[in-house]
């Protein structure tokens, strides 16, 4: 089964610190996917990744940017981080083609901004 | 714009009983349809995968169908047992199938012992 490992399941950071969540892949899967995930809302795509070193932005980047240097490792960055990036932060890969497959996520990292 | 709807939101029957999830999407041009579970605080979990070029498709009790047409699907559970309780999201491919997933807001599930 492909696994999707996010780093950290709940981190606690300072308003203006940079953070980092982490998110690696063991399948060789093509595709990778930021969402957030707030009650009400629902799940919403940030950024996703088609290649090395490609990023596109999904429906919601602002404050965030992203870092893929290699395959199986997607970074989120907050560049400086605010209270209303307070979020379940929600990782996804998928393989290009293999829509057959679906998508495989991690298991979440539990953000709050302080 | 494409928008997934999940009805109901939230839902609590007794164990032992069938039930049906429903999930409605405005753009039929789709790729595929993935059925996920989610568990209070945890991430999600594939259910059941239905390409667009598919009708239903099963996995134990549970069993997914697709009308691509008419912009629908629904996932059947059948015998609901206390730990079937969490959340269920529909969520349908976006553009090429590369470009993520659009989300419905999920349907809570009781099942209550």
């Known amino acids: 089964d492909v696994k999707v490992t996010q780093s950290s399941r709940y981190l606690v950071k300072r308003t203006g610190e940079k953070v980092f969540l982490e998110c690696v892949q063991d399948?060789?899967?093509?595709?990778m996917f930021w969402y957030r995930q707030d009650p009400g809302l629902g799940l919403r795509l940030i950024y996703f990744?088609?290649?090395?070193?490609m990023k596109e932005k999904g429906d919601i980047p602002e404050g965030y940017s992203v870092s893929r240097e290699k395959k199986e490792r997607f970074s989120l960055i907050l560049e400086s981080a605010s209270t209303n990036q307070t979020s379940m932060y929600l990782c996804?890969?998928?393989?290009?083609?293999?829509w057959g497959y679906g998508y495989t996520f991690g298991s979440g990292t539990r953000l709050t901004v302080v | 714009k494409q928008e997934v709807t999940q009805i109901p939101a939230a839902l609590s029957v007794p164990e032992g009983e069938n039930l049906v999830l429903n999930c409605s999407f405005t753009?039929?041009?789709?790729?595929?349809l993935q059925w996920f579970r989610q568990d209070p605080g945890k991430g999600l979990t594939s259910l059941l995968l239905?390409?667009?070029?598919?009708r239903e498709q099963t996995s134990g009790r549970l069993n997914a169908s697709l009308d691509k047409s008419s912009g629908r699907s629904t996932l059947y559970i059948a015998a609901s047992q206390p730990g079937d309780s969490a959340t269920y999201l529909c969520?349908?491919?976006?553009?090429?199938?590369?470009?993520?997933?659009?989300f419905g807001k999920g349907t809570h599930l009781i099942i209550q012992p």
């Open positions: 239905i390409q667009s070029s598919q």
């Open positions: 969520a349908v491919s976006r553009g090429g199938g590369a470009d993520g997933l659009t």
């Open positions: 753009d039929s041009a789709i790729y595929n």
């Open positions: 990744s088609y290649d090395v070193k």
């Open positions: 399948m060789d899967h093509e595709n």
């Open positions: 996804a890969s998928s393989l290009t083609g293999g």
